[in-house]
Every structure is written in C-alpha cells, then in structure tokens.
C-alpha cells in the first residue's frame, strides 16, 4: 500500500487530502500538524474548518485509510509520497515585509523531512509558493540527505474556500511539475496516477517546476485582476448612471472573456489573492522588472482603493457622521460557505467605521465573536502571528463592536445596514420588518450586490449598491475616496 503524509492540516491539506483518501481506497493517507488543536478538530465531530460537503467526505474515510496526527515525524519518515501543504504567509518583518512570502514553515518542513527520512520520497509542494522555491528545497534536503534520494514536484492547489469539495472532486486541472531527468518523469508519473484515479488524463497537465510554480500565482493574479477590473468599472459606473451588473454581463457575453469572476464586489479578500499578488511584485523587483511589478501592484491598488470608497460612502450618506450610530454589518467571511476571515473586506471597513466611531453590531452565521475581535485588533498581514496579538476586550475598541444572534437583531435601533458578504440568507431577509426596526432616514450599504435595489427604495431605505446608479440621497452626498 502507497502511503502519503501530508504536513499541514489547513484548508488546503485537510480538505485534499481527505478528497485523496475517498477517491484511492489503496492508499494510506495521514494529514500531519504541529497544531494539536488543529489536530484533535480533525479527529472530532466539528471539523475544524466549515466547508460544504466535507463532513460527509471525512465521515467516509476517517478510521478506514484517513487518518489525522501529532505524530509528524513519525508519518513522514514513513511515507513514501509527502506533501507539504504549510501556511506561507507575507513576511511581517525583515528583508521583503509586507511583500515577500514567508518560507519559515515551509524550510522547518523541509528540515524536519531531511531529519526523519530513512527511504527515498517524493515531496510535492502543495503550498503556493515563488517560483524557484523547489531549487532551495532541494538543496536542503541534499545537504541533509544521508544518502535518501528525493524528488521534488509542484503540485500546486486549485480549489476555491466555500467549494473545496465540489473543486476537488471535479477540478478544472491538475498541475504537476517535475525535472526533466528519468527519477523526475517518473516521480510525476507515479503523482498523476494517484489523480488519474478519478481525474479524467486530459485534465491532468505536466510542466517543468518553475512553469508549475509560477502558473499558481499566476492563475490567482489573473482572477484578482479580474475583480479589480470590474470594481474599477463599478467606481465608473456610480459616476455616469451605467449599472455594473449589466455591463459585466455585457462584456462577460465575449466568448473570449467569459462570464464568471465579474462580480463587484467591496473588494476581495481571502489568504490568497493579496498575498500571492504581492509576492509576485517581490519576484518580479527581485529579476529587475519593475514595470511588470507596478502592473500587479496596480490590482492590490484598486483592491483597497475599493474598500476605501466603501466606507467613504457610508460615512458621507450619512451626514459626514457616524460617531456614535449603530451600523449593522451582515457578513464577515471573505465570501460565503465559510467560515474563513483571513483578509476579509469586512476587517478594513469595520476598522473604517470604528476609526469614524461607530458603534458595530455585526452577524455572520459561520463567524464567532472570538473571530472578529481578534481580527479587528490584528494588524496587516498578522493573521498568520497571532501569538502577537492583544485581545480587543483589552481596547476602547471593544466598547464599539458587538455581535448578533441575527440579521434583525444586528439591524436593530440601526441607522444602516452594510452587507458585506453574500451569504444567501441575506437575499431572503425581510427587509420590511428591519425598517420598522431602524433609525430614520435607515440605510442600506450593500458591498455584494445581493439586494433588489428597487424593493428596498420602495420600502423607504436609502440604498447604496456596488457600480449600480445612485438614488438622489447619494448623488447629493458625493464619496471622496
Ligand atoms: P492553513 O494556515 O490553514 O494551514 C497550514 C497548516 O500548516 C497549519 O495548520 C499549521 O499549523 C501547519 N504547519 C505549519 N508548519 C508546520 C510544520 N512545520 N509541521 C507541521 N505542520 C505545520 O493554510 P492553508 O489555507 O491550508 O494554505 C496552505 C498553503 O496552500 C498556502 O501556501 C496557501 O497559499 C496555499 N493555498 C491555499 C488555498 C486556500 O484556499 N486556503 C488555496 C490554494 C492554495
Ligand atoms: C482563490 C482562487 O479562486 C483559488 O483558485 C485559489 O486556489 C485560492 O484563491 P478563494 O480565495 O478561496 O480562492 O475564493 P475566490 O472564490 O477566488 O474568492 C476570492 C475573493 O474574491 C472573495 O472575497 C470573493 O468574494 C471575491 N470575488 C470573487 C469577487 O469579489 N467577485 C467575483 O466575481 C469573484
């Protein structure tokens, strides 16, 4: 029987992993953590990340050839496949901060496997990381081998927080990059039939290492681009009376440009987009090539420029005041079917509303307070550090935020209410009764889009909708970003 360990038992190697495990019943596979807590959620019946259809997936598998372990050095040493699906989160401090990525966990994983190994491996990098980071690896487990020979392969992730489950199961690609030499084809070969179990070939691409490496931060810039460029359009579109929707749909209509990822947005957010940008802007000053560099900066750029406007808007709709008024915040995930906070819109416009005073009552049903107060006390690019942190109870801060049981509670004796998130249940909300409930004149400030603009303006409320035309409310209180 194969066996495979993966290091890293997060959103990306508990999920895949466990996908792995249902889909080859002859292969053994451990998911590795240092974290204990991460561990025992894994073990238990509340898994430690909210995802749809994962619960079934490691319900099937867990205790027959999944299982989930302290005991890294052990599972390694045993595997013949490893994974290493670490955080690699931006440097906070040093040469590159607030840039480059963070290869700390990433080179003690690789040490750790130099450490323990007894028999020849495969190790695949499942993390995003720059391009060129398979040639540092080697070179560390060379230095380290005792004789063990590795192979080292790109194998980076694909899969959507929100639609793991459903990504994995029917990915658009896999992508597996490998050396050029006999060892390395055959170490791609023996990775790609562990896919070809339930990947149709055709979906199954084979690249050099640093095509496989770069095409993953890549793809991510290519899709935050995409929501850049239709959030910088949605800005023009509030300016001339245009509609955002319907010109995305218009320009989505072009075959060559496709329809999905056009959604404005308050603007993105998720441990990935940002991160991987800017780690692309490190690599391409690092070769010298600083016009494509500011290209990409451009999309971070936008990004929160976006989230600026947003809460500009909000702040002068409302008089140029919001000391002191309780503003309902629907939605804090970076997008909906998860419970993940990580660079989340909703952080840097809460921090916008309590820096203007206002006091936050916020909802979100996969979100706990615990979450959000630590998010709301955390600095940039901290949520990878969080031993640094200060807890907001121990802040002025905390007096202004406090959370909802629900929708209506939070909007209660509200001025406005912001959506942040596109949870479907905002969709169905009975707008009517949260009127009867808020201050007058109440309004609506919707970052997703998710509301019918024209109900909501019958009903009374003042309503703000991404890139779609302004009510004569706004156009008399114009937002400076
Ligand atoms: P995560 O923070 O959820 O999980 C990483 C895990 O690795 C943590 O539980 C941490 O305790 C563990 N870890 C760190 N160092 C370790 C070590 N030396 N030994 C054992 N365990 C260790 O991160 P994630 O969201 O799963 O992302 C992992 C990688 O995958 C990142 O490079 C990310 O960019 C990439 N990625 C993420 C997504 C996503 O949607 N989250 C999608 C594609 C790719
Ligand atoms: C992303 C990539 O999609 C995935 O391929 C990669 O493996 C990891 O990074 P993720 O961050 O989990 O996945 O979610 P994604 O669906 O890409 O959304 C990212 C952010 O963009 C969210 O905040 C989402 O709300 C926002 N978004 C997405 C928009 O604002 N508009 C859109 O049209 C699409």
């Known amino acids: 029987m194969v066996k495979i360990c993966c290091i890293g038992?997060?959103?990306?190697?508990?999920?895949?992993?466990?996908?792995?495990?249902?889909?080859?019943?002859?292969?053994?596979?451990?998911?590795?953590?240092?974290?204990?807590?991460?561990?025992?959620?894994?073990?238990?019946?509340?898994?430690?990340?909210?995802?749809?259809?994962?619960?079934?997936?490691?319900?099937?598998?867990?205790?027959?050839?999944?299982?989930?372990?302290?005991?890294?050095?052990?599972?390694?040493?045993?595997?013949?496949?490893?994974?290493?699906?670490?955080?690699?989160?931006?440097?906070?401090?040093?040469?590159?901060?607030?840039?480059?990525?963070?290869?700390?966990?990433?080179?003690?994983?690789?040490?750790?496997?130099?450490?323990?190994?007894?028999?020849?491996?495969?190790?695949?990098?499942?993390?995003?990381?720059?391009?060129?980071?398979?040639?540092?690896?080697?070179?560390?487990?060379?230095?380290?081998?005792?004789?063990?020979?590795?192979?080292?392969?790109s194998n980076p992730e694909f899969l959507a927080e929100g639609t793991a489950v459903q990504d994995l199961f029917a990915p658009d690609r896999v992508l597996i990059g490998g050396r050029e030499t006999p060892e390395g084809r055959a170490a791609v070969r023996a990775l790609k039939d562990v896919y070809a179990q339930w990947v149709p070939e055709e979906r199954i691409i084979t690249t050099n290492l640093w095509s496989a490496e770069l095409s993953k931060l890549a793809a991510n810039a290519f899709l935050a681009q995409r929501i850049s460029s239709v959030n910088a359009i949605s800005a023009l579109c509030e300016a001339t009376g245009a509609d955002v929707a319907q010109v995305a749909h218009s320009v989505g209509r072009d075959a060559r440009i496709g329809p999905r990822f056009l959604s404005a947005s308050v603007g993105f957010g998720g441990s990935c987009f940002q991160?991987?940008?800017?780690?692309?802007?490190?690599?391409?000053?690092?070769?010298?090539?600083?016009e494509v560099a500011g290209y990409w900066r451009e999309v971070i750029r936008i990004n929160d420029y976006q989230k600026s406007r947003f809460v500009n808007r909000v702040v002068s709709s409302m008089f140029n005041t919001v000391a002191g008024k309780k503003v309902a915040v629907l939605g804090f995930a970076f997008k909906k079917d998860t419970g993940d906070t990580r660079e989340t819109p909703a952080i840097d416009v809460c921090k916008g509303l309590l820096g203007d005073k206002a006091v936050v009552s916020i909802y979100d049903p996969q979100v706990t307070g615990e979450q959000v107060s630590r998010d709301l006390a955390m600095n940039k690019f901290d949520w990878d550090h969080p031993r640094h942190l200060q807890p907001l109870s121990d802040t002025d801060l905390a007096k202004q935020v406090g959370m909802a049981a629900d929708a209506y509670e939070a909007a209660r004796d509200a001025h406005?209410?912001?959506?942040?998130?596109?949870?479907?249940?905002?969709?169905?909300?009975?707008?009517?009764?949260?009127?009867?409930?808020?201050?007058?004149?109440?309004?609506?400030?919707?970052?997703?889009?998710?509301?019918?603009?024209?109900?909501?303006?019958?009903?009374?409320?003042?309503?703000?909708?991404?890139?779609?035309?302004?009510?004569?409310?706004?156009?008399?209180?114009?937002?400076?970003?």
């Open 275 to 290: 991160k991987d940008i800017l780690n692309l802007v490190y690599i391409c000053e690092c070769y010298g090539l600083p």
């Open 416 to 481: 406005a209410v912001c959506i942040l998130t596109e949870w479907d249940e905002f969709r169905g909300l009975d707008y009517r009764r949260m009127f009867d409930a808020m201050h007058k004149p109440a309004f609506i400030f919707d970052g997703r889009n998710v509301v019918d603009v024209a109900k909501l303006r019958e009903i009374g409320f003042v309503v703000y909708s991404i890139g779609k035309p302004l009510d004569d409310w706004l156009k008399d209180m114009p937002a400076v970003a």
């Open 9 to 153: 038992a997060g959103y990306v190697g508990g999920p895949t992993m466990a996908v792995i495990a249902l889909k080859c019943p002859s292969i053994e596979v451990v998911v590795v953590d240092i974290s204990e807590q991460r561990i025992a959620g894994w073990n238990s019946e509340r898994l430690p990340i909210y995802e749809p259809g994962l619960d079934d997936v490691v319900r099937q598998c867990r205790g027959r050839n999944l299982s989930f372990s302290t005991e890294v050095h052990r599972h390694v040493g045993d595997a013949d496949i490893v994974f290493v699906s670490v955080n690699t989160p931006t440097k906070t401090c040093g040469l590159g901060a607030g840039k480059a990525a963070d290869l700390t966990y990433w080179e003690s994983a690789a040490r750790m496997i130099a450490d323990v190994s007894r028999s020849d491996k495969i190790v695949v990098e499942k993390s995003t990381v720059p391009v060129k980071t398979a040639e540092a690896i080697e070179k560390i487990l060379a230095h380290n081998g005792r004789g063990v020979r590795y192979q080292i392969l």
